[in-house]
Nanobody
Framework: QVQLVESGGGLVQPGGSLRLSCAAS????????MRWYRQPLGKQRELVAT???????YYADSVKGRFTVSRDNSKNTLYLEMNSLKPEDTAVYYC?????????WGQGTQVTVST
Protein backbone atom coordinates (compact mmCIF):
# COMPACT_ATOMS: atom_id res chain seq x y z
CA GLN A 1 0.00 0.00 0.00
CA VAL A 2 1.47 3.31 -1.10
CA GLN A 3 0.66 6.41 0.92
CA LEU A 4 0.75 9.81 -0.79
CA VAL A 5 0.47 13.03 1.20
CA GLU A 6 0.10 16.39 -0.56
CA SER A 7 0.95 19.74 0.97
CA GLY A 8 1.63 23.32 -0.07
CA GLY A 9 -1.79 24.47 -1.17
CA GLY A 10 -3.35 27.74 -0.07
CA LEU A 11 -4.70 31.11 -1.12
CA VAL A 12 -2.64 33.15 -3.57
CA GLN A 13 -3.28 36.25 -5.65
CA PRO A 14 -3.38 36.10 -9.46
CA GLY A 15 0.15 36.13 -10.83
CA GLY A 16 1.52 34.52 -7.70
CA SER A 17 3.32 31.22 -7.15
CA LEU A 18 2.95 28.08 -5.07
CA ARG A 19 4.88 24.84 -4.78
CA LEU A 20 2.96 21.66 -4.07
CA SER A 21 4.66 18.62 -2.56
CA CYS A 22 3.63 14.97 -2.61
CA ALA A 23 5.47 12.81 -0.10
CA ALA A 24 5.39 9.09 -0.84
CA SER A 25 5.75 6.18 1.59
CA UNK A 26 7.67 4.22 -1.04
CA UNK A 27 10.88 4.88 -2.88
CA UNK A 28 9.51 7.00 -5.73
CA UNK A 29 11.88 5.36 -8.16
CA UNK A 30 9.42 2.45 -8.00
CA UNK A 31 6.45 4.71 -8.79
CA UNK A 32 6.01 5.12 -12.50
CA UNK A 33 4.58 7.35 -13.56
CA MET A 34 3.68 9.96 -10.98
CA ARG A 35 1.11 12.58 -11.90
CA TRP A 36 -0.65 15.69 -10.68
CA TYR A 37 -4.37 16.04 -11.28
CA ARG A 38 -6.77 18.80 -10.30
CA GLN A 39 -10.50 19.04 -9.82
CA PRO A 40 -12.24 22.41 -9.83
CA LEU A 41 -15.44 22.58 -7.79
CA GLY A 42 -18.29 20.98 -9.71
CA LYS A 43 -16.08 19.82 -12.56
CA GLN A 44 -14.28 16.63 -13.57
CA ARG A 45 -10.80 15.76 -12.45
CA GLU A 46 -8.21 16.63 -15.11
CA LEU A 47 -4.59 15.68 -15.68
CA VAL A 48 -2.16 18.54 -15.07
CA ALA A 49 1.31 17.01 -15.38
CA THR A 50 3.04 13.65 -15.65
CA UNK A 51 6.50 12.71 -14.41
CA UNK A 52 7.67 9.37 -15.78
CA UNK A 53 10.70 7.64 -14.31
CA UNK A 54 12.37 8.08 -17.67
CA UNK A 55 11.52 10.25 -20.62
CA UNK A 56 9.74 13.49 -21.22
CA UNK A 57 7.34 15.13 -18.84
CA TYR A 58 3.83 15.94 -19.98
CA TYR A 59 1.87 19.10 -19.27
CA ALA A 60 -1.71 20.05 -20.02
CA ASP A 61 -1.91 22.90 -22.53
CA SER A 62 -3.55 25.11 -19.91
CA VAL A 63 -0.46 25.00 -17.64
CA LYS A 64 2.37 24.62 -20.15
CA GLY A 65 5.08 27.20 -19.56
CA ARG A 66 3.76 28.05 -16.09
CA PHE A 67 3.94 24.78 -14.15
CA THR A 68 6.92 22.49 -13.65
CA VAL A 69 6.80 18.94 -12.28
CA SER A 70 9.89 17.42 -10.69
CA ARG A 71 11.01 14.58 -8.43
CA ASP A 72 13.46 14.44 -5.54
CA ASN A 73 14.34 10.78 -5.22
CA SER A 74 16.34 11.38 -2.04
CA LYS A 75 13.21 12.73 -0.32
CA ASN A 76 10.69 10.43 -2.04
CA THR A 77 8.80 13.56 -3.03
CA LEU A 78 7.08 14.81 -6.18
CA TYR A 79 6.73 18.56 -6.65
CA LEU A 80 4.59 20.87 -8.74
CA GLU A 81 5.98 24.38 -9.08
CA MET A 82 3.16 26.71 -10.15
CA ASN A 83 3.90 30.21 -11.41
CA SER A 84 1.80 32.98 -12.96
CA LEU A 85 -1.27 31.51 -11.30
CA LYS A 86 -4.69 32.37 -12.67
CA PRO A 87 -8.15 32.21 -11.07
CA GLU A 88 -8.95 29.27 -13.36
CA ASP A 89 -6.16 27.29 -11.64
CA THR A 90 -8.35 27.16 -8.54
CA ALA A 91 -8.98 23.50 -7.70
CA VAL A 92 -8.16 20.64 -5.39
CA TYR A 93 -4.84 19.22 -6.57
CA TYR A 94 -4.20 15.49 -6.25
CA CYS A 95 -1.04 13.44 -6.46
CA UNK A 96 -1.28 10.10 -8.25
CA UNK A 97 1.20 7.26 -8.57
CA UNK A 98 1.24 3.88 -10.24
CA UNK A 99 2.93 0.99 -8.42
CA UNK A 100 2.73 -2.60 -9.62
CA UNK A 101 -0.11 -1.63 -11.99
CA UNK A 102 -2.18 -0.15 -9.15
CA UNK A 103 -3.23 3.51 -8.94
CA UNK A 104 -2.74 5.35 -5.66
CA TRP A 105 -4.08 8.78 -4.74
CA GLY A 106 -3.38 11.39 -2.12
CA GLN A 107 -6.09 13.21 -0.19
CA GLY A 108 -5.70 16.43 -2.17
CA THR A 109 -4.69 19.99 -1.34
CA GLN A 110 -6.77 23.07 -2.11
CA VAL A 111 -5.32 25.84 -4.27
CA THR A 112 -7.33 29.06 -4.49
CA VAL A 113 -6.25 31.89 -6.78
CA SER A 114 -8.17 35.04 -5.94
CA THR A 115 -7.88 38.67 -4.98
Amino acid sequence: QVQLVESGGGLVQPGGSLRLSCAASENIFSLDPMRWYRQPLGKQRELVATSPRWGSRYYADSVKGRFTVSRDNSKNTLYLEMNSLKPEDTAVYYCNAVHSSTDYWGQGTQVTVST
